[in-house]
């Protein structure tokens, strides 16, 4: 019996050391640090104030990108990082102009084999619309996110470098591919399609009446939902056939809205007009004359809504058939507008634009 037992220990130890010992000598290799471009347009995330008491009061666009990049140590740990300053400007005075030069530099740092990710460093006042135009004319399934802050750098309770940090490590995940164009605001990542500015003075400033995506904590994504709507490379639109954008304007709908707004409009050459209106896209009866008359003159008309959740519902408040007329779906007015932009690059159909509007 003793020799039965004796015999069993030396077989199973030399299993051990055969298959344990291996596995000891061979340790694994870390995975490969993802390359992860920043793109700095300025914004809050690149500001600068007096004092750390200024949290609100401070002048934006003033911090480089590279000084952006050293003020995260941290982010050698998670990523190779490198940046790129393509603007340092508030965001309030992007053009459609500086939309399509940045959408062509994200296009082409896509394709580039080198790059895993791409980090756009941006202001919070129109993150929104370039985050939705990139999911409309990127075509890649790599990790674009758009990253901005509430809080100067120099403010007490700085938001920006989480921020950063975070918008690096949505970026560098491989898990983060195929999502569309995302947003990283404290701790949530967020659809670049209908997530928003909700709030104008606080760090949860963003998101969506959909909800978020998913959460980034310590450097680490969970995933809860995915977008449903056509986006990137599922996208039938594409920045690099597009080198400019028409004009497209958004009327703002009120009791006494007067009809010199959409008139005026219409003689700058808006090819579209957003009508931001009241309840679910109401109209004013005096303005429905102002807005047939546009659009028997060629210009489109878009039936959003100035309030922030819910959709715009075809035929209800008006005989959008009758008269011609789009509805924005559940797109805000700015979200709207940069939709419009891109689909008359290709379009002015409206039947086509109303399909557009239904899936994207
Ligand atoms: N003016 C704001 C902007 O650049 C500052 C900010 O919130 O980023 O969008």
């Known amino acids: 019996m003793l ?3 004796r015999l069993i220990r030396g077989v199973a130890a030399a299993f051990l050391a055969t298959h344990f010992g291996a596995f000891a000598q061979t340790a694994v290799a870390p995975a490969p640090k993802a390359n992860v471009v920043v793109l700095a347009t300025g914004g809050t995330i690149a500001g600068a104030g007096a004092s750390a008491a200024n949290s ?3 002048q934006a666009a003033k911090v480089p990108v590279d000084k952006l990049i050293a003020g995260v140590p941290e982010l050698a740990d998670i990523a190779n990082v490198r940046g790129e300053q393509v603007f340092q400007i508030a965001s309030e005075s992007f053009t459609n102009e500086k939309l399509v030069t940045l959408a062509k530099r994200v296009s082409a740092l896509a394709k580039d084999p080198g790059v895993d990710g791409i980090v756009i460093t941006h202001g919070t006042d129109t993150l929104e619309e ?6 409309l004319v990127v075509h890649t399934d790599k990790p674009i996110v758009v990253v901005g802050s509430m809080r100067p750098g120099t403010a007490m309770s700085a938001d920006g470098t989480l921020n950063l940090y975070d918008a690096v490590a949505v970026a560098a995940a491989k898990d983060s591919r195929g999502k569309g164009v995302l947003i990283v605001m404290n701790d949530d990542i967020l659809s670049g399609r209908d997530s928003g500015k909700r709030i104008n003075i606080k760090t949860n400033a963003f998101g969506s009446q959909w909800g978020a995506l998913g959460s980034i904590v310590e450097g680490k994504t969970y995933w809860f939902r995915a977008p ?3 986006h990137t490379m599922a996208s039938e639109f594409d920045i690099d056939s597009i080198t400019t954008l028409p004009m497209v304007s958004i009327v703002y709908g009120s009791g006494e809205m007067g009809t010199t707004i959409a008139d005026a409009a219409g003689k700058a050459g808006a090819k579209a007009i ?3 209106g009241t309840g679910n896209g109401s109209v004013p009866d005096y303005e429905v004359e102002t807005l047939k008359k546009l659009r028997a003159s060629g210009v489109q008309i878009i039936r959003s809504a100035r309030v922030p959740d819910g959709f715009v519902l075809r035929n209800s408040e008006q005989p959008d058939d009758k008269y011609d007329w789009v509805v924005a779906h559940d797109l805000n007015p700015q979200k709207a507008k940069i939709l419009a932009a891109v689909a008359l690059t290709k379009t002015s159909d409206p039947r086509e634009l109303q399909r557009i509007f239904w899936t994207y």
Do not use: Q
């Open 3 to 5: 020799l039965v037992h």
């Open 56 to 58: 609100a009061t401070y």
């Open 228 to 230: 449903v709507k056509r």
């Open 274 to 276: 957003i009508h931001a």
């Open 130 to 135: 370039t985050s939705f135009f990139l999911t």
